[in-house]
């Protein structure tokens, strides 16, 4: 029975431990995650902690103002309380049904309102306005530069033909390449400060009197979001449309770790076409970040002080090895419940290297390895100097020389040589008595 419980328990380990992804550990959450395409990222170490079809092609929804926001900020951040008169054309291609600000045509609007509209109330035509402004009236070439913007931080599959998000065949993204984009515009100044704001007071306009904008993120705000509310949670933003279904991308923070979660395509109908109460995005938001917050720490795991193996040295003086360490300290994020002791430290070093050697230099190199899994890699360098005997190194040289293939091919070409040089003496010297005897036999002949 011991045997059996031993056994499962060691099953249980590996199934939860044995995720690999990008050359590091990765993690199952303990329940059924429905979003379509999910991404958990440390921050503080920027490991994948669990994927889901992350690099799967899908509608953005209004996942892509975040990307309208970043491109205002990196270009407009020193004109934010700039007047601007919003103009007819921001509402050309919206239709009916879109969410919004109440923003009208004529109505006088600084950028960090229309920024705020945006990215807290998700307003559609906030995001268009934006676009305006940025690109001096016009749309279509802000667009451009949007596209031309996340090509540049690396984004494969993301394509953009609106400012804001409503659905378009030729617009999408993918949860890996929209964590390129965020985690770009998470650095930008007052980024984080207008996508976490859960309530804004706009002040009143020449045509609207002072409203306040209440995020549509459910997690941010205790008086909307009721049980979905989770304190830990800033920002960034929310998405809803037909093709896209319920996306989110948000941040959350506690203990001092900090994790940034992409959803794509959270269900709104279960497989029959029912509709399905509540809204899934926020729920299983709650849940991962309910399980990852607390099950997950950055450890030490590497000692350097402590050998990870040793090299043999050649032509060393008074030494014919050299013990190899790691080359610096490395933190890791690993679940709660692993001791570092649990990490294997795997040395990947020569059988050999030649003298000298000096303190430092980089030997090999070694792996750290978790339930079978590598979860990082750490120069190994030398923990001593090895100064080169030079008696050895001489003798060694001779050595080289002795064996080398053009000192064999001299000898033997002039082994050669002798033995031709032997053999043609001989042929001469055996030619030169016949020579001598048939010259002995014609003189006696003339004699007689």
């Given at each position: 029975m011991k045997k059996k419980a031993f056994l499962l328990c060691a099953l249980l380990i590996f199934t939860f431990f044995a995720i690999p992804i990008s050359g590091s550990a990765a993690y199952?959450?303990?329940?059924?995650?429905?979003?379509?395409?999910?991404?958990?990222?440390?921050?503080?170490?920027?490991?994948?902690?669990?994927?889901?079809?992350?690099?799967?092609?899908?509608?953005?929804?209004?996942l892509t103002k975040i990307t309208t926001t970043m491109l205002a900020l990196e270009q407009c951040a020193d004109r934010l309380d700039e007047q601007t008169t919003l103009n007819k054309r921001i509402f050309d291609d919206l239709g009916t049904g879109y969410s919004n600000a109440n923003l009208k045509e004529g109505e006088e609007v600084t950028l960090r309102e229309l920024l705020y509209c945006t990215m807290v109330k998700s307003a559609c035509e906030g995001a268009n306005a934006v676009a305006d402004f940025v690109?001096?009236?016009h749309i279509d070439e802000f667009v451009e530069q949007m596209n031309k913007r996340v090509e540049e931080l690396g984004c494969t599959n993301t394509h953009y033909e609106n400012a804001h998000g409503l659905d378009d065949p030729n617009q999408y993204s993918t949860a890996r390449d929209i964590y390129k984009i965020v985690k770009n515009a998470m650095d930008l100044p007052y980024f984080m400060e207008i996508c976490s704001t859960a309530r804004y007071t706009m002040p009143a306009t020449n045509l609207t009197p002072e409203r306040t904008l209440i995020t549509t993120n459910l997690l941010m705000d205790?008086?909307?979001?009721?049980?979905?509310?989770?304190?830990?949670?800033?920002?960034?933003?929310?998405?809803?449309?037909?093709d896209a279904g319920r996306c989110l991308v948000s941040t959350a923070s506690k203990d001092g770790y900090n994790y940034l979660l992409i959803q794509l395509g959270a269900p709104t109908e279960d497989e029959n076409g029912n509709k399905l109460e509540g809204y899934i995005n926020f729920k299983e938001a709650k849940q991962i970040y309910e399980w990852v917050l607390p099950a997950f720490q950055v450890k030490t795991l590497v000692d350097v002080d402590k050998p990870a193996g040793d090299v043999k040295v050649n032509l060393g003086e008074e030494k014919d090895t050299v013990l190899a360490y790691p080359s610096q300290e490395m933190s890791s994020l690993v679940p709660s419940s692993v001791e570092s002791s649990s990490i294997l430290l795997v040395p990947n070093l020569p059988e050999s290297v030649d003298a000298p050697v000096k303190k430092g230099d980089v030997l090999g190199t070694a792996d750290l390895m978790l339930s079978g899994e590598k979860i990082g890699q750490v120069d190994l360098v030398a923990g001593e100097s090895v100064n080169r005997s030079q008696s050895l190194y001489y003798m060694k040289m001779i050595d080289d020389i002795v064996n080398s293939f053009w000192f064999k091919a001299v000898i033997i070409g002039i082994v050669s040589l002798v033995v031709l040089y032997i053999i043609v003496s001989i042929a001469i010297n055996i030619h030169r008595k016949k020579s001598d005897r048939v010259k002995s036999k014609s003189r006696r002949g003339r004699k007689l």
């Open positions: 199952e959450p303990p329940f059924e995650v429905q979003t379509e395409s999910v991404l958990l990222v440390n921050l503080d170490t920027d490991t994948i902690v669990y994927e889901k079809n992350a690099d799967e092609r899908r509608a953005p929804a209004s690109s001096g009236g205790k008086g909307v979001g009721g049980e979905y509310y989770y304190s830990y949670v800033k920002g960034i933003k929310t998405g809803y449309t037909g």
